[in-house]
């Protein structure tokens, strides 16, 4: 394949440069004003890097208690709403790669007749009340458990491993449940870790099911005071409010509590990105 | 007779040789039913006058109220149409925007460029609604907003995004194409790397050039995958993802920006007209249903990829 470079090749080039920088450059800008002093942001001087560099913001941002309070509740909700979700995944996922099981086929219709029919808002609300759900962490892990979509690519992996695998195990004594854990699951970390991180992402990003689960403010989780400070138009007002000896550079302060919250993901995000392609691959075969 | 015995005994032996499977099952095939089945169950309350004492059950039968309740409010048309308008407008610019760009990156021949751009443009697809509608507003701030900014240095006046109706769906559709097109091209891209080398390189011996070469076996490689996406993404037309219209919408944009599902939000969980909002979404539903039903239809009937 050893063309000559064309007119093309660098258009397109020039295309993609483009688009990296249509989706690089929001957060390069933000993080440089969220370390720099109001003066140069008012008078729009800063839109690459920091002019007159200072950590204030972070400061404000940490001693104002919300935004501890709701990463220390989002890390719960993580940590707990991912170990449960991929458990039951894992566990639902291999007897429904199993093509011979009794009642295979029925559960599988229902599950993926989900993807298409669903009872909507206010009902799906109701359930989580009658259960005596709202107001406590169980609502930020039961009502989304399973994601039907993880639970197709858990699947679908499972389908792809051989056959006398598991027969040879048999032979040797072992029970369904032996091999899941035994010969399935050790072979199978690379679509535990997709599915992990797709559950983990989506409960840190998630905002419209604690809107409409949780009611006291100490369980909520950091995207619902994220909205009540960067969303609530002009919390500080205008001019430069002080707070303690601190001044509340408006933009600076917003910009701030973005970047602390979206950090542990742009952190991961490179060394993992593998994994997510994966389970994307995998989830788009038809099983 | 003896038939029929028999059948059930290997039934119930199938059970038997089954049950650590089935055990291992239950959490799943629970959560389903608890979960996605107790609320299709819960549908009922937009036949009834749901009462929070009386219960489900114990609440009066109305029929159809809530419906023609719902088609005579002046609020229906522009709900329906808002909601209607803004799916379609992202249908139209969110479903070739991936295609072209898998294409693009499908033509980079440098390996290093090639994974840096997949990389990079995948990356916005994990930053929350909250956030991507913070960055909307505050991008667009009239007061020292960067757009803003940039606008005023070209010389133009300034532009009061967020207040202005007529700006509200560019924003959102342009903030969807931010966040999702890099991943969305994930798919068309596994798509095309199942095309085989050697088709291209006999198209190249016959003299076709590589405009050609797209058209005529790239094009015709992904088609495939680009007809199931359309089939969900038209299903999906009405289901806008409640969460980004709902945080970036004031008050001063609802004559656009109120859709079905923040209507549903409102009268529903703010108002507490849990019987009327629950028969705004199931007759949504039941659009939605037809919408995909068709749409899978016709691809059958044009050239016989189908969901089902």
Known sequence: ??????????????????????????????????????????????????????????????????????????????????????????????????????????????????????????????????????????????????????????????????????????????????ILFKIVLPISQAVIASVGLFYAVGIWNGFMSPLLYLRSEELYPLQLFLRNIVLSSEMTGSGAPVSGNIVVVEPAMKYAAIIISTLPILCVYPFLQKYFVKGVTLGSVKG | MRHEILNKKSWIARVRQDRYLLLLVLPCVLYYLIFKYGPMLGIVIAFKDYNLHRGIWDSPWVGFKWFNHFMNSRDFWPVLKNTFVLGFMKLLFGFPAPIILALLINEVRHAFFRRFVQTVSYLPHFISNVIVAGIMTMFLS????????????????????????????????????????????????????????????????????????????????????????????????????????????TPAVYSKADIISTY????????????????IDLFTGMISIIFIISANWASRRINGNSLW
């Not at chain 1, 090749?9 to 933000?30: A, E, K, S, T």
């Not at chain 2, 549903?264 to 028969?279: C, D, F, I, Q």
């Open chain 1, 1 to 178: 394949m050893n063309r000559k470079a064309t007119w093309f090749d660098y258009v397109n080039v020039l295309i993609l440069m483009l688009v990296v920088v249509i989706c690089l450059y929001p957060f390069i800008y933000m993080i440089a004003v969220s370390m720099s002093g109001g003066g140069p942001i008012s008078q729009g001087k800063v839109w690459l890097y920091p002019v007159d560099f200072n950590l204030d913001m972070y400061r404000y941002v940490f001693e104002d208690g919300r935004i501890l309070t709701g990463y220390k509740n989002t890390l719960i909700y993580v940590a707990l709403g991912t170990a449960c979700s991929l458990l039951v995944t894992v566990l639902g996922a291999y007897p429904l790669s199993k093509k011979q099981m009794v009642f295979q086929k029925p559960i599988m219709l229902m599950i993926v007749l989900t993807m298409f029919i669903n009872g909507g808002m206010i009902p799906t609300f109701l359930v989580v009340r009658g259960l005596g759900l709202l107001d406590s962490i169980w609502a930020m892990v039961l009502p989304g458990l399973i994601s039907t979509w993880n639970l197709i690519i858990m699947r679908t992996f499972f389908l792809g491993i051989p056959k006398e695998l598991e027969e040879s195990a048999k032979v040797d004594g072992l029970s369904d449940i032996g």
């Open chain 2, 142 to 249: 009239p007061r020292n907003g960067i757009i803003n900014e940039l606008i005023s240095f070209l010389g133009f006046d300034r532009i009061n995004f967020l207040v202005e109706e007529s700006w509200f769906r560019s924003i959102y559709v342009s903030s969807e194409i931010w966040q999702h097109l890099g991943w969305s091209t994930i798919i068309y891209l596994a798509a095309l790397s199942t095309i085989d080398i050697q088709q291209y390189e006999a198209a190249r011996l016959d003299g076709a050039n590589r405009w050609q070469t797209t058209w005529n076996i790239t094009m015709p490689g992904i088609a495939p995958t680009a007809l199931i996406i359309l089939i969900l993404d038209i299903g999906k037309v009405l289901e806008i993802g409640f969460e980004k219209v709902y945080l970036l919408a």
């Open chain 2, 264 to 279: 549903v939000y409102r009268v529903g969980l703010s108002e507490g007209k849990y019987s009327y909002a629950t028969a």
